[in-house]
């Protein structure tokens, strides 16, 4: 009986062996796991910084775009007076034109005539 457990207690000592590798193995598993993690939250953290600053920078672009337009709108604002001018000239253009036409055609069939009647007393 002396002889079966001799024979044990080595095979237990193998077996105490092989499952102490198998959880350190399991262990740096788990740990080299966790680092790559950390390591990925780590990069996502620094991405997020990076992107913060970027839309920092266009927010204070988008605020003075905001006060440039504005100041086009307070400016442009004068200008409405003068487009009212403009736009009733531009009417008294178009009206000036339609008489000078009516002008024209008139003015063209008195040299007609004008013409019809020195021809008539010329014969």
Request: glycine residues 4%; aromatic residues 6%; negative net charge.
């Amino acid at each position: 009986m002396a002889e079966k457990e001799e024979q044990q207690l080595p095979n237990s000592d193998e077996l105490a062996e092989s499952l102490n590798e198998f959880f350190t193995s399991v262990s740096e598993m788990i740990k080299s796991d966790l680092l790559g993690s950390s390591n990925q939250l780590a990069l996502l953290e620094k991405m997020n910084l990076r992107v913060a600053e970027e839309y920092k920078g266009l927010g204070n672009v988008a605020s003075g775009m905001r006060v440039f337009v504005e100041q086009l709108k307070a400016k442009s604002g004068g200008f409405d007076e003068y487009i009212n001018q403009i736009e009733k000239i531009e009417n008294q253009v178009t009206e000036f034109e339609a008489v000078i036409s009516m002008l024209d055609k008139h003015i063209s069939m008195l040299e007609s005539k004008v013409l019809s009647v020195c021809q008539n007393s010329a014969t």
